[in-house]
Every structure is written in C-alpha cells, then in structure tokens.
C-alpha cells in the first residue's frame, strides 16, 4: 500500500477475502458500498458477524446496506476520512492501545506520526467530522480490543483530492494495531473494476513497467530495452507518462494529438462531463476499441471492434490478486477481435510506417500467436508473476502474486514477517478539506456512486432487458427533510446544478443521505452526475475527486 511505500503500487489487498472473511474479529469498513458494489464480498462479511459474531464498524456519509449489520455506523461528512482515521488514533494512543512490540520492531517514522495524531483530539476530530464523540472513542475500542481487524475501502476513499493519503491514514492505523501480515488483517482496497488490479500489475500505469517497475530506475529501462530489442542508442523513455485524467486537458490544449481508447467510455466515466467533449471535440485523432457502440463512438476517427471476455482467451487478476483463466466461450460476431492481436497488427503497422527502429535479430517483435506467449513474455520480465503461466492455470493451479517461481504457491496474505521495503513507514497526515465545499450560491453536497444494478457507464447492463425493469432511469437520493423543503410536488423531479452542468432526473426520498446531501449515478447519459463532478486531482494518484462537489438542488 502506498503508506508502507511497498513495491506493489496503490492498490492491492494484501489478504485473501477468504482469509478475512473467515478469520477477522473485527472490520472495518469505510468509503465501500460492499453490498452494492463487491455483492459476493459483502455476503461474506454480513456472514461472519451473523455466523460467528464478527464484529463490524462501517463508516459512510450514506445510511448503506450494510449498516443494518454493524455494531457502529459512523456517518461522517463527506471527505473528512483522514480526520476520522486520526481521531480514532489518537484515542488508540491515549489509553496506550498501540501494539507496542509491532511498531518497535517492525516500523520507523513513529515519532513524527505520533506528535500529530496528539493533535487529533476527540473534539477536534468530532468537529471536524460530525461524529460524536462518544461514537469515536467506542469504534476505537472495538478495534483495539477485537484482533485481528481487516480495514477495507474502496472508491470512496480513493475519489478524492486527498485519496492517496486517506489511504495511507489506514495503513497507519493497521500499522498501529499490529493488524500486518497476520491472518484476517491488512489493507484491503476492494478494486472498482473487472480486472483494473491485473491491468495495474501489468503496466497499465504511466510511471512503471509489468509488476510496478519504476521506468525511472536505469537498470529497470535497460532490462526491457534488451528484452525489447529497443536498438542501441534509442533507448527508452525515463519520464511518467500522462494519466487518463491528465490526457483530455493535454488533448483540449493541443499537447496531445492523438487517443488510443481501448473499452472505456470518458464521456461517461470522467468528471465534468461538458469539458470532456470539448477535450475529445479538439482532438485530432481519436482511435476507439469497443464491443458496443458508446456515447464516446461519436467522436471517434476510426472504431476497432474488440472481443467481449467471453470472445477470448486470457487471464484477470481479481481484487485479491488472485490469478485466473478466462476461456474462450462463442465465437466473436462479425470482425471483432481480441484486443492482445489488435493491439500487436497496430505495433505491427506503426513499426512498418517508420516509427521506433528494433533489432529484429533479438527480438520477434509483435507476432504472438496466442496469449499464452504473452503470459510467458509477462513472467520472464515481471518478478511478482514470474511462476505464472497459462498451464499451471490450465491445470486447475490458484496463486496470488508475488509468484516467485514456477514451483511457488503464491502468496495468500503480503508482509508476513517483513514489509517488501524493509520497515513499514508510519506518515503524519493532516486533514485537508476537499476542493469544492458548499456554499451560499451551491449550498448542498453531492456524492456519487454506482447502483447494484448497473455498471459504470451502463453499456452494457443499459442493454440488459431485465435490469432495465428494475431499475430504468437515473434516480437521485433526497433526504426526506430537504424534500420537504424543496416541495416538489406529485412528479417528485428535481434539478441538480453545479459550477459545471445540470441534470434533471426523478428524486428517490430516502433517509439514506443525511441533510444537505443528495447521491446520484452515472449510469445514465441523460442525467449521469458527471455533467456536475469536478476535475480536481489527487496530486499523487491524479484521481478526479468524484465524491464531492458543491450543488444547488431545486424541484424541476
């Protein structure tokens, strides 16, 4: 995790969901929807505390699934998670709760951590959150007294301007537990895509190779250089490359001439909906990979039809980095293809056109003849999958990364003993307010999120008859008190309005959000809440701070 500066990126879980499922005493569970969102994950946790008496903390602006089985909902404000975290770590340390031989032995950077977690007092954490006291010293004790504990998060804690460091807040508070490395613990981000962690793990990053290979370190350039046969002199690039996030500003500016876009739709999925069309409008060469047509097609110079998963060969890496096969299941309709030849036909073209010049004497080039070849090329550079191949899966074999060899088991649980860098680094993180807060002329808050339902921009479940009969249009989270304020009548529409858009779409009352805040999805193009979402960044991670923004709410 990005606080113990391990090597394996922002974003893995170092335990198993069996392991945690099975064996903690304790969860706590923040800025994850489970039941909605990770359906299975969230069976196994509502199991442990119905079954064997696990005990459950969920902390969520939202009235959640979920709360119906905690011990403790703790309804903080919207991006207030690091003054949450803090508070709850500074009554740990008050009454000498801290795992003392853990942080002794196996952790540096404890001082500087601990004079500002002494700054977090009960009241100013309560304060700053809106959690009463009383809540805050109770979830303090569950989890000093109930270990092992699993922390578990997702996209709600990440969607923000400070998403990197509110997940480094967590690492320290399992670090201050002893909760690392031991069965039913850890960090444990539940990942917001089909195959988003295998997509990390294997350079879907702008600043690392295969397996979180920093491209600023000469010895890793010159490692896929030679296994690359890049040609003596032309080297390899040792600068971070642009985030989908910093990609459409760089195309609306003019510094980035061209998108390759493979299976995602920014017009649904990027904040700030009317930017993103004028970025994609600006552009002068859109390719766009795709098994249905999307609200982005009609910016595209140029559509490739990709095979669906069920159309291809090829392995997913889950959410507890677990490695698994998928098989070709029907034959792909029409000229679609899967995306590993069409991606190697256009290396392929752009080699023959003039572009990088390679040494053909040692290196193939681009003519896979199955993924399996892939795989292999994948395992000889990548350390953390270095024993995977397309026949130990085929055999029946289950591993999670790091696979050190062909014989290695894999690892269930990461950190056991020793953190990959050595000590674990405690960070002293401060509270930082979001970008957009309320105000006179926008005086309430949005959150957003997915429905169980739905996926992300709806291409596919928005073509799904019988999810389209449970859940046809965009609904809009209303408190019942605000609702009543707003009068809105019969129709119950209401209109949603921030610095950026506007959406009008039908009001679900509910208790589910507190006072001044109303939840909405991006499911649907007619009224999807990115039209309102901001752009601002993480500074580190470059995520768009989706989970809050400043809105005015009217009846329609």
């Not at 392995?315 to 309709?333: D, L, W």
Request: charged share 20%.
């Amino acid at each position: 995790m990005a606080g113990l500066a391990t090597s394996f990126g922002s974003g893995a879980m170092t335990n198993s969901i069996d392991d945690i499922a099975d064996q903690a005493e304790a969860f706590f569970v923040i800025g994850t929807n489970t039941t909605q969102q990770h359906p299975v994950i969230g069976m196994r946790i509502r199991q442990a505390v119905r079954q064997r008496g696990a005990v459950l903390i969920v902390a969520d602006p939202r009235r959640i699934d979920l709360t119906d089985f905690a011990t403790l909902h703790l309804r903080h404000k919207s991006g207030t998670d690091i003054a949450l975290v803090n508070g709850l770590m500074h009554i740990i340390l008050a009454n000498g709760w801290e795992d003392k031989e853990f942080i002794a032995a196996r952790t540096e950077g404890f001082e500087d951590f601990k004079a500002l977690i002494e700054t977090y007092t009960p009241e100013r954490a309560a304060e700053i959150t809106g959690v009463p006291v009383e809540q805050l010293q109770q979830a303090a004790e569950i989890l000093a007294v109930n270990k092992p504990a699993a922390v578990l998060w997702a996209m709600g804690i990440t969607q923000h301007t400070t998403g990197t460091h509110n997940v480094m807040s967590l690492a320290n508070l399992q670090m201050l537990l002893g909760n690392m490395g031991v069965p039913g613990g850890g960090t444990n981000p539940l990942r917001g895509q089909n195959n988003v962690q295998g997509a990390c793990d294997l350079g879907g990053l702008p600043n690392v190779y295969p397996g979180y290979q920093k491209v600023t370190l000469p010895e890793n350039r010159e490692k896929f250089a030679k296994a690359w046969g890049v040609a003596t002199g032309d080297g390899l690039s040792d600068q971070v490359g642009l985030t989908a996030t910093e990609m459409m500003p760089a195309a609306a500016d003019g510094e980035l001439k061209v998108l390759y876009i493979l299976g995602e739709n920014p017009i649904m999925s990027e904040p700030d909906t009317n930017h993103i069309r004028h970025c994609l409008e600006t552009c002068d060469f859109i390719l766009l990979q795709e098994i249905f047509p999307s609200e982005t097609s009609p910016y595209a110079d140029i559509l490739l039809p990709g095979a669906s998963f069920a159309e291809k060969d090829g392995t997913f890496t889950n959410t507890e980095r677990r490695i698994q096969m998928g098989r070709k299941a029907i034959k792909s309709p029409g000229e679609a293809k899967p995306d590993w030849w069409i991606t190697a036909e256009l290396a392929k073209h752009v080699l023959a056109g003039g572009g990088r010049q390679i040494a053909e004497a040692t290196y193939s080039g681009w003519d896979y003849e199955n993924p399996a070849q892939v795989m292999d090329e994948i395992a000889a550079l990548t350390p953390i999958y270095a024993g995977v191949s397309h026949k130990r899966l085929e055999n029946g074999e289950t591993f999670q990364w790091p696979v050190k060899d062909k014989n290695h088991p894999g690892t269930p649980i990461l950190h056991v003993g020793q953190f990959s860098r050595g000590l674990g680094k405690f960070h002293a993180i401060d509270h930082v307010p979001p970008a957009e807060l309320p105000d006179d002329e926008y005086p309430m808050l949005l959150g957003t999120g997915r429905v169980l339902f739905h996926w992300h921009g709806g291409e596919m479940t928005r073509r799904s008859k019988g999810l389209l009969e449970i859940y046809p249009h965009a609904l809009i989270e209303v408190n019942e008190d605000d609702a009543a304020k707003l009068d809105l009548g019969e129709n119950k529409r209401v209109r949603v309005s921030s610095r950026r858009g506007s959406i009008e779409a039908e009001a679900l009352v509910t208790d589910r959000v507190p006072p001044g805040m109303v939840y909405a999805n991006f499911h649907f193009p007619e009224a999807s809440a990115n039209e309102l979402t901001i752009a601002a960044l993480d500074p580190i991670a470059k995520i768009p701070e989706y989970k809050v923004c400043a809105v005015k709410v009217e009846a329609a």
